[in-house]
């Protein structure tokens, strides 16, 4: 009886061993389920990295969003996280970038840990720029500006889609005005044209609408969207609205 126990017992903590060795390889694949590549494509001011996270097909139209440029707001990230965490992507090649300034985002912040706006610091009609909408000592002065500068030379997106708080709405002052009112309504956003208040100098958008064949726009959600517009409702819209699909 003794020894039939002794193997009743040697059994469970065999059981036991393998469930605690297998739960979080399980818990990280279903983590990012639609990631197919995670690279680093640079890192901030403070060596933290910045993030890009490939889903869908290698091969199709390539696709890239940005989130969280201005660290202060991080709303839309989630609609980038989600897209991560759920089913696989398929019919694009899409990239997302859910966190462009670590720093910014670590300490609340609009500007970067040397305190520019990133998103006037791309050498495209750049000028000296103080306070708020800090430029920068230069254009392209910041390792993350250059970061995104080498990511997007590299994959050459046929669009960008930048995510924004808190103007609301999208912007329709781009390469494809069309692509950008059928997003909005997508999106159910309002299409308009953001002037930044006449500081719109040096910004990511321009630089690609510029130097690319591809086209880049913006896209501002309010101060406080629902988390469940940023985490279910965004995600299937832009789905749908690029012509992709999702599932296994």
């Known amino acids: 009886m003794r020894q039939r126990s002794a193997v009743w017992a040697l059994a469970l903590a065999v059981t036991l061993s393998l469930l605690t060795a297998t739960t979080p390889a399980v818990s990280q694949s279903l983590a990012h389920d639609a990631v197919i590549q995670r690279k680093v494509i640079g890192h901030s001011v403070k060596k933290r990295p910045i993030v890009a996270l490939r889903l869908g097909e290698p091969g199709k139209r390539v696709i890239v969003m940005f989130a969280a440029m201005h ?21 694009i090649d899409l990239w997302v970038v859910p966190t462009y300034n670590p720093d910014g985002v670590a300490r609340h912040t609009r500007q970067n840990a040397r305190g520019v706006d990133l998103n006037r610091n791309f050498p495209y009609r750049w000028v000296k720029l103080r306070g708020t909408y800090n430029s920068g000592r230069k254009p392209a002065s910041e390792p993350e500006t250059r970061a995104v500068m080498r990511f997007l030379r590299k994959v050459r997106p046929s669009q960008i889609i930048s995510f924004h708080q808190p103007l609301y709405g999208v912007d329709t002052d781009t390469k494809r005005p069309a692509f950008a009112r059928r997003l909005a309504r ?63």
């Open 71 to 91: 660290g202060n707001e991080t709303a839309p990230s989630k609609i980038l996280h989600s897209l991560a965490d759920g089913p696989p992507v398929h019919g």
């Open 186 to 248: 997508a999106l159910h956003l309002p299409a308009t044209s953001f002037d930044c208040g006449g500081v719109c100098h040096g910004t990511m958008t321009g630089w690609y609408n510029h130097r690319f064949k591809g086209s880049a726009l913006t896209v501002e959600y309010n101060a406080h969207p629902a988390r469940a517009r940023m985490r279910q409702r965004a995600p299937k819209q832009l789905i749908r609205v690029l012509g992709a699909s999702r599932g296994r």
